[in-house]
């Protein structure tokens, strides 16, 4: 979906109405991650509109369904009330018993499209080594591989960094039966769901993990962040894959481990030390530093790249790992084999393991499984010849942090859909400090006409509104999704967002998650210094 969309529904809407605040049309989102994705099939293909363009003008209107005329309009108190839901804030101290903290709060939130939310987020202070921990992931195929990677990845993570003197006293608190040493500190959203039938198979896993490393002579003082990132995306991918291949005598576990891999998710990550962030990113997510310059005006860092169709290092990459009879089959319709968009991501076994794998374990199930209940479907991706097309193996950034270094959003693409980087950093950026930069007018604005100087008038009006969240995420969301044509926030827009209904909402606007962590400029200051 285009990030500034004006009117009403055009599809699949015969029996509902709205008004809006603008007559443009409404398009539909394209088909996003797979075609086999949980939309479903709805209503009916009337054409539903708020208004008509004319000659010179349009004609504001509503639509009447053949059924029923419901009213798709919010109150300020309901809207808050939606994008507030799952807000989340913590402070961090701003000293943890090992020195300043290069973090000095950070907030989230989520507002779901799918039913149930795909997106899951994480953040975490790291115990037994320095450092926090931040995760935003986007499933696709259901919300189960996502959950699980949520919940596992930081683990992997943090034992990774761990020191040997660390994992042996972990292994013999489990020998002994004692109480394990905290590996992390969690901070949760008391909406947050975890896994519990799960709880014992990934606790295992993950000492079965932190054993190898035990027993590697490499291992030491524990891996550097970049390398314990990469490691625990590769492993915990591995651990996913063969967890849907061994017998369980428990039916919850044997149909959760094959969701979550037959599921799919991206992942971005971000270790966030004393001097730096290293960030690892499977798939289409995104992770942006905001930067304050001298001139106190706002500029947006990359520290990720998207994988996907428009990333034509990765189309090249994953061509590069197959015969060149299928260059023109590996990508096609800016899809994995026409079928998926993101380009590395976890689980989707579907990509990764012989077709007769595959067969043989959804045939594995008791016959009495219904497929369909546990979103899971017998199909290949076409042009299947030479497994596997998919991989996690995330793509590493450093970032040393500098003074200018203010705050990095980590966000899901349903947040990049509708945003660009650089105005999510300024929307920030002026919540943050409350100060509205407008740019000098042009010489060439100077030339405008009457009409036109009025528009621009509006345009900066508009960017110096107060903001109307305290938690900067939602900020953000309201935002991405409430923005009108003059960058004003448009209440009948983002109402009419807001109220589709859970069968519309998936076609106008994705699952969207964001984090936005408040970085200590003033302890980069002192090391500058």
Not at 273 to 294: P, S
Not at 419 to 445: D, F, K
Not at 502 to 521: G, K
Request: charged share 20%; glycine share 6%.
């Amino acid at each position: 979906m285009s990030g500034r969309l004006y009117a009403s529904i055009l599809q699949r809407a015969s029996s509902y109405s709205l008004t809006l605040c603008s007559t443009a049309p409404f398009q539909p989102r394209p088909a996003h991650h797979c075609h086999f994705s949980s939309w479903g099939t709805s209503r009916s293909h009337q054409l539903c509109s708020s208004g008509k363009e004319t000659g010179n003008g349009s004609q504001s209107g509503r639509c009447l369904s053949t059924h029923q005329d419901l009213d798709f309009q919010l109150s300020q108190v309901q809207i808050n009330s939606i994008l507030r839901s799952n807000e989340q804030t913590v402070s961090v101290p701003e000293f943890d018993g090992r020195g300043l903290s290069t973090v000095r709060k950070f907030e989230s939130n989520q507002l779901a499209a799918n039913t149930p939310n795909e997106d899951r987020r994480s953040a975490a202070t790291c115990l037994q080594s320095k450092g926090m921990l931040f995760g935003v992931f986007d499933g696709h195929g259901g919300w189960a591989c996502a959950q699980a990677v949520s919940e596992r990845l930081l683990y992997y993570t943090a034992v990774a960094m761990m020191p040997k003197q660390s994992l042996e006293e972990l292994e013999k608190c489990m020998e002994h039966g004692r109480p394990v040493p905290p590996i992390l500190q969690w901070y949760k959203h008391h909406a947050d769901f975890n896994y519990r039938e799960s709880a014992s198979l990934y606790i295992d896993h993950l000492r079965v993990f932190w054993q190898e490393l035990l027993d590697s002579e490499e291992h030491g003082e524990g891996m550097s962040p970049p390398d314990a990132l990469d490691c625990a995306f590769k492993r915990l991918d591995a651990d996913i894959s063969l967890e849907a291949q061994v017998p369980f005598s428990n039916d919850l576990m044997k149909s959760t481990a094959i969701q979550v891999a037959f599921a799919g998710c991206t992942a971005c990550v971000a270790h966030i030390g004393t001097d730096g962030i290293h960030v690892a990113n499977a798939g289409d997510c995104r992770v942006i530093l905001g930067v304050q310059e001298e001139d106190g005006s706002w500029s947006a860092l990359p520290l990720s790249q998207d994988h996907n169709s428009q990333n034509q290092t990765e189309v090249e990459r994953i061509k590069a790992q197959h015969p060149p009879s299928e260059r023109d089959t590996v990508v096609t319709d800016d899809r994995l084999l026409g079928v998926l968009m993101p380009l590395r991501a976890f689980g989707d076994v579907r990509f990764k393991w012989s077709r007769e794998l595959q067969q043989s374990i959804l045939a594995s199930l008791e016959s009495g499984v219904d497929l369909d209940s546990l979103n899971l479907y017998q199909y290949t991706p076409p042009n299947y010849l030479t497994p596997p097309y998919l991989d996690v193996a995330p793509e590493m950034t450093y970032h040393k942090l500098r003074p200018q270094d203010r705050f990095l959003i980590l966000g899901t693409d349903g947040l990049w859909d509708e945003l660009g980087n650089e105005e999510a950093v300024r929307l920030i950026g002026e919540h943050l400090s409350g100060i509205h930069l407008q740019a000098p007018v042009s010489p060439s604005e100077r030339q405008l006409k009457l009409g036109q100087m009025h528009e621009l008038l509006l345009k900066r009006q508009a960017r110096a509104s107060p903001a109307l969240d305290t938690n900067a995420a939602t900020h953000l969301i309201r935002h991405a999704l409430g923005t009108g044509e003059y960058g004003e926030l448009c209440q009948e827009r983002l109402s009419s967002m807001l109220a589709l209904p859970e069968d519309l909402a998936r076609m106008y606007r994705d699952d969207i998650t964001a984090t936005v962590v408040y970085l200590n400029s003033d302890l980069a200051r002192t090391r500058h210094s």
